[in-house]
């Protein structure tokens, strides 16, 4: 992929852009391999999935520097200030189409960017999800409702420019390197659907998806798959997010149950297996996944177990649980190779027996792993 940002030096974010992309995956292939060597002996590998080289993430999360009349879209530079990365080639197409006009509705609605060195100024990021179905979702992270009655304005203007369906304001107001606040305010619609493999997943404004709406098809497909060759009775699908690879696996006669501590993310799941014709065959709990299977019986226990953790794994006390359940399937999604051996030699009982690489992110080192355990 050609990016004149790249070449000029303006960012760098994509490390591995100038490694041809074949090269790129033999090596995150042999860096998942080698982290994974001493604990999965003899795991078999099967042939990575690759991404598209460009035009693939559905998530953009700006920085908005500049000025009223001037307002930038993209980064910080090394001073601080705004650094506009509009034609990033890594956003879908709906996604670069949107972005100038969302830069001019800053300008139209006098949303003052927030300057980092002067500590002034309300709208910090922009952060924009295109949907498969080409709908978009706006979030608008302001420092303080203070530019709040100016945006709802104007907001018509914007929805007659561009396929909204979900705009909302979230209050991010301290001065610290943090992307969003915990506190959202809706403005317009309420879920965005993010279909696929042909299931509608609803995407609320702080629920967290995939940013690779293809790798992320390709990964429920290979999770489903490795669930059916087991054809459990019963599935628990813990760090669930908004129902991904349960509502994947779930099946006549087969029981899932969905654990994930955020309750927008759970109200979605619900909403999805609804919509699927699901909803007697699944349960969806908000809760802390650690803490949930904590408080369950040994007897409880099911057939199979699905993990998507963040970066940090699943930890000492899951992995314990996990060992010494019996349960005889898990099915380890994780984006972190070296926690993920970390927790599989913590469950020396549960083998693993097949593993793959998904290429989520291209042109970093950044990556998606499946493992399949098995008793």
Known sequence: MDCSYFAAGICRSCTFLETPYAAQLAAKQARVA???????????????????????????????GGT??????????????????????????GLTAALPVLAAFVTTARLTPYSVPDRTGELKHLIVTES??????????????????????????????????????????????????????????ETLAMRVNDIALHLRPQSFFQTNTSVAGALYREAAALVAASDPASVWDL????????????????????????????????????????????????????????????????????????RRGIGAVLAGWLETSGVPNVVYSSC?????ARDLAAMPSLRPVSGRLLDMFPHTDHHEVLVHLAR
């Open 68 to 93: 009223v009349e001037a307002p930038t879209l993209g980064i910080l530079g090394a001073d601080g200030r705004g650094v506009d990365l509009q034609g990033c080639g890594l956003h879908t197409p």
């Open 239 to 310: 760090y669930c997010g908004v129902g991904g690879f349960g509502l994947h696996v779930a099946a006549p006669g087969r029981s899932v149950l969905g654990v994930e501590v955020s309750e927008q993310a759970i109200a979605s799941a619900k909403a999805s297996a609804a919509e699927l014709g699901v909803g007697d065959g699944t349960r969806w709990i908000s809760a802390d996944a650690t803490a949930w299977i904590g408080a369950q019986a040994p007897e409880a226990r099911p057939d199979l177990v699905i993990v998507n953790p963040p």
């Open 336 to 340: 972190n190779a070296d926690s993920l």
């Open 34 to 64: 080698a982290a994974l060597a001493e604990v999965a002996p003899g795991l078999r590998w099967d042939s990575p999935i690759a991404s598209p080289e460009g035009g693939f993430r559905n998530k953009a999360k700006m920085v908005v």
């Open 132 to 189: 498969p179905d080409g709908e978009l979702m706006v979030r608008f992270v302001l420092r303080s409702t203070e530019a709040l009655a100016r945006l709802r304005s104007r907001l018509p203007d914007l929805l007659a420019q561009l396929p909204i369906a979900v705009a909302s304001v979230n209050l991010q107001p301290e001065h610290k390197a943090i992307l969003e606040g915990p506190e959202e305010v809706p403005l317009h619609g």
